[in-house]
């Protein structure tokens, strides 16, 4: 058999089958589009469910164009190609897709933890550690990690036409950098780097953010990674609602979720069930609860059971006070009440009307026999339990506010109540006012954020005070305590003009009865926000309802809208007779004699809120002085020591110019790298400061803030400041990170050769002895900031010391026991050795060396004392050449002369020396010939040795003289006849 054959046998038999399977009908397959060409051209294609079940599946036909896509509320309906509206209980986007649930992850969705440790490091990555650290859903939102892990939440997108993404955040704690940035299928980035970083938001604000994307692939990132310096966890970035523009077509509508509703065709989006009702999944409309022994919250997809009530189920207030100055306690069910007093064991609500006394007033309120306290009318003042009276001649009101009564909240406070899970406590008091303070409502769980805002429109001083240029403009301060038994926190957060709520300063678990104060140094619009937090994470079952924070007083100085607290004496003008205040000129005070304004004397500076007497005029400190206008001291880069009967002067505005610190690296629990950066102005520039820090920036060079810095969410301007650097090859970021910025010095004490100042020690034992005589010049700041751990304020020395062997700059460093620049938190040390801290040079720091007289020339060379200790100043002088006397030549003749005739006479008296003794033997020969012949001698013709006569005796002395012995001797011998004993030989002898 050929294949001819074979092949016509084969398809007769497939044809055989063919004509047995039955025809396909509709529920048998569904349509599909392929793939879209090169020319953006698509087919639509019959898919059989099942396949080889049925046969005659319809041919494939020409599809819609690549880039069409339906509306929001509708879906392709592929068997017509045409767009269809969705049915009730469904929703579509059209060509969108959105993530609102957040039960589990949906699908696509993805979430890798790294850890990178640092380069030299061989083990990049150590994944035992990161291995529990995810994102997690939280059921409407979902939750970032809390760690120091970068954990990335990652979905791919494949667009038919360029879209876009969008999606709402919550950011609150810069302890974690927070980044969302898309890249193509290559890794790519679609966008610059410096639009990946997210901007922190408030605690109770919702952030939405979107991006461009492009046609194609599209990888979203939203990536997290925490910064944790200490063992508390950072507050998770929230996201939620992802919208995504730009997808293929949707061929099918999708269900609502339960809980949500949708009650007309072609919706877009789901609506929650009110309270009280509930739905299953694809509900067109919700079924209420019996309301008399269920409730639901809004979007509840089933019903709970009431529980009995108890006393933390109400909350008691006061009314306005009556005619009678009397309040009524009353008590009140906590909204939407959720509990049943029929059961047993239930609690009911207590009697209210109870009448009490009122209290009084706060001070600038008063109280004219009705029901509220009413602010007194400008110009006058109170004291709350008084009528408004209008301020002394020569006098003028304080302004601003005193809460310690609450009966009512103030017209400028506002309370409310978060949760970014839920809406159970929206439309709650988050704050209840209680007669003598102020406390934290019930909430509806124990993760609520209960806030409490007071607002300040602008700040006024005083008339006196009103040309003062001092920085501060007004303060707030308040005391509090809390009561809780286990995690809860207290914020208190500061917005200026509306643009971003700043921590600064909080407070976790109980704290004692106890009073903060901020200082405002900008006149503009200022909220002040408190938010007290019971839980950091959503609980099941309420544990710590009787978690709570009291404030007792909050009292806000020159309030632009304050009411007259008091009346204070104000500065009149030159005519005595009017009593009308005047402003006093910069740097002036009020004379308590005549009320007229007085400059400060020189060298103080005037207190930001006192300008009555010449106490309010405020010494500088040692080696500072006061600008023109009294408001600030400063350093010109001068000091003077007297030491060793000499006066030693110090230059240092060579080193005023910006200088910065970067010390580290130090390591997190987890081994993350980071640096401490420090910058610092020494000086400044009249009271003016330069050292900039900033967070959420990716160069942390100075310019670059500078010139921008409205674009950086946290800057700080200060003498002394610190940021935490975060190095790129630390933790995988591609650019360094800069965070938690602060100012280590707002204003500069004095500097001073003394290791304390104002409670401020400069601790040298924590730096290596100095290699000079010269002490150390301490400088000495302070920044006004307290916190929890410093009440007082930080405090920053630093440390000036003579290092001739550096250059100028020098070098500037921290203790090494300390490697973040303190040792206890507050006082922050750092040691400059520079050539430039040397004191200047003076004509006692050289000598001059003359040279010898040559040619009538001398020359004088000026040489350095060792060791040179000194810079600049006095200049060495030059080498100077002067005329001189050649005296030189006839001193050496007479000194020739002078030794030849010494030599001369020494010789001669050595000379007649000898002569002389030999005379002296020729007279003792003769006598000792006379005596031994016993006859008288005969006249001698000479008494010397006749020429030719030889001296045939030889002479023996008994004792032989020196030289000077034998000049004394014949210097002698005509005072007395003294002769040496000599022994004659003779042959005549030698025969007797």
């Keep these: 058999m050929g294949l001819v054959e074979v092949a016509a046998l084969i398809l007769l038999h497939g044809a055989a089958v063919v004509w047995a399977l039955p025809a396909c009908t509709k529920a048998d397959y569904h349509y599909e589009y392929t793939d879209c060409d090169s020319r953006g051209s698509r087919w639509r294609v019959a898919i059989p469910t099942t396949p080889g079940r049925c046969s005659g599946l319809p041919e494939p036909i020409i599809g819609r164009e690549c880039s069409f896509s339906c509306g929001s509320g509708e879906f392709l309906d592929l068997l017509n190609q045409t767009c269809s509206k969705c049915a009730a209980g469904t929703y579509s986007l059209g060509s969108g897709v959105r993530f609102t649930e957040w039960d589990n992850f949906p699908p696509g969705f993805s979430t890798v933890a790294t850890y990178v440790e640092d380069m030299d490091n061989t083990a990049a990555v150590n994944g035992i550690y990161c291995n529990s650290s995810s994102w997690v859903p939280q059921g409407t939102y979902i939750a970032s990690n809390r760690d120091d892990c970068t954990v990335s939440l990652i979905y791919s997108v494949h667009l038919k036409k360029p879209g876009s993404v969008a999606f709402e955040y919550q950011y609150v704690d810069n302890s974690i950098f927070f980044e969302f940035f898309v890249q193509n299928d290559q890794c790519q980035d679609t966008e610059s780097p410096d639009q990946k970083w997210m901007r922190l938001t408030e605690r109770d604000e919702w952030k939405r953010h979107s991006v461009t994307l492009k046609t194609g692939t599209n990888i979203l990132y939203w990536r997290t990674t925490g910064i944790l310096l200490g063992e508390k966890l950072a507050k998770p970035v929230l996201l939620k609602g992802i919208y995504i523009e730009g997808v293929a077509y949707t061929s099918m509508c999708f269900p609502c979720n339960p809980g949500t509703y949708s009650d007309m065709a072609g919706s877009s989006a789901c609506k929650p069930c009110p309270r009280n009702t509930f739905s299953a999944r694809e509900a067109n409309s919700c079924q209420k609860c019996d309301e008399t022994r269920q409730f639901s919250e809004e979007g509840s997809s089933k019903c709970q059971n009431r529980p009995p009530c108890t006393e933390k189920d109400y909350f008691q207030i006061h009314t306005q006070c009556d005619s009678n100055k009397k309040t009524q306690v009353m008590y009140k069910w906590i909204s939407p009440k959720l509990c049943r007093e029929d059961m047993a064991k239930a609690s009911g609500l207590p009697p209210s009307g109870e009448k009490q006394d009122c209290p009084p007033c706060n001070p600038g309120f008063y109280n004219n026999d009705t029901s509220s ?21 020569g006098t003028e009101p304080v302004v601003g506010f005193v809460y310690k009564w609450w009966n009512t909240l103030p017209f400028n406070m506002k309370t409310s109540c978060f949760n970014v899970a839920n809406t159970k406590c929206d439309g709650m008091n988050g704050w209840e006012v209680a007669g003598d303070h102020i406390h934290s409502g019930i909430g509806g769980s124990d993760n609520d954020y209960l806030i409490l805002s007071l607002h300040i429109p602008s700040f006024s001083p005083p008339t006196s005070t009103s040309q003062s240029t001092g920085a501060e403009v007004g303060r707030i301060t308040f005391v509090f305590e809390t009561q809780c038994d286990d995690q809860c926190e207290l914020y ?11 921590v600064v300063e909080s407070w976790e678990g109980s704290k004692e009865r106890q009073s903060y104060t901020h200082l405002i140094t900008n006149n503009a619009a200022v909220t002040y926000t408190w938010a007290f937090q019971r839980q950091n994470s959503p609980l099941e079952v309420r544990k710590n309802q009787a978690d709570n924070v009291k404030i007792y007083l909050i009292t806000v100085s020159n309030a632009a809208n304050g009411v007259g607290l008091m009346c204070r004496p104000c500065a009149l003008g030159s005519d005595q007779s009017s009593p009308t205040c005047v402003p006093c000129p910069a740097g002036h005070y009020i004379d308590k004699a005549t009320n007229q304004c007085r400059e400060c004397p020189a060298n ?15 010494p500088c400190g040692p080696a500072s002085h006061s600008n023109k206008d009294h408001s600030v001291c400063f350093s010109d880069c001068s000091f003077t020591l007297s030491m060793d009967n000499r006066t030693l002067a110090f230059q240092f505005s060579g080193l005023n110019t910006v200088t910065s610190l970067m010390n580290g690296p130090s390591f997190t629990s987890r081994g993350t790298k980071y640096f401490h950066f420090f910058n610092i102005t020494l000086c400044g520039n009249e009271g003016r400061k330069g050292a900039v820090c900033s967070d959420n920036v990716t160069d942390v060079t100075l310019p670059d803030v500078q010139n921008d810095a409205d674009t950086f969410s946290n800057v700080i301007t200060s003498f002394l400041c610190q940021s935490t650097i975060i190095p790129s090859d630390g933790r ?24 304390s100042m104002q409670n401020i020690t400069a601790r040298p034992n924590h730096f290596p002895p100095p290699e000079t005589h010269l002490p150390d010049i301490h400088f000495f700041y302070m920044s006004s900031v307290s916190t929890a751990s410093c009440e007082g304020g930080r405090g920053a020395v630093v440390t000036m010391r003579c290092s001739p062997g550096t250059d100028e700059r020098g070098e500037i460093s921290v203790p090494s026991d300390c490697p973040g620049g303190t040792c206890d938190g507050c006082t922050f040390l750092f040691l400059w050795l520079s050539a430039g801290a040397c004191p200047l040079c003076t004509s006692a720091d050289f000598h001059q060396i003359e040279g010898a007289c040559r040619g009538g020339i001398q020359e004088t060379t000026y040489v350095w004392k060792e060791p040179k200790v000194c810079t600049k100043g006095f200049p060495l002088p030059p080498k100077a050449i002067a005329n001189c006397e050649m005296i030189d030549f006839w001193l050496k003749v007479v000194v020739g002369i002078g030794a030849f005739t010494a030599v001369l006479l020494i010789i001669l008296t050595c000379y007649f020396w000898k002569k002389n003794k030999k005379l002296e033997y020729k007279y003792s020969k003769l006598v000792m010939n006379a005596n031994s012949r016993e ?7 000479s008494c010397a040795i006749m020429e030719g006569e030889d001296n045939e005796e030889e002479v023996f002395y008994s004792k032989k003289s020196s030289l000077l012995g034998k000049l004394k001797s014949l210097a002698s011998k005509d005072k007395e006849d003294i002769f040496e004993s000599v022994q004659l030989k003779s042959p005549r002898a030698r025969n007797i």
Excluded: W
Aim: with cysteine.
């Design 604 to 618: 103080t500076y005037l207190s930001p809120h006192h300008l009555y007497g010449l106490e309010s005029c405020i």
């Design 492 to 502: 208190f957060m500061v917005d200026i003009n509306r643009k971003t709520t700043n």
């Design 373 to 393: 306290c009413a602010p007194c009318p400008p110009g006058t003042h109170s004291d709350g339990t008084a009528a408004c009276q209008q301020c002394p001649a």
């Design 935 to 941: 006859v008288e001698l005969p006249a001698a013709d």
């Design 732 to 755: 995988s970021f591609r650019t360094a990170l800069s965070s938690q910025s602060i100012s280590l010095a707002d204003s500069f004490l004095g500097a001073s050769v003394e290791p």
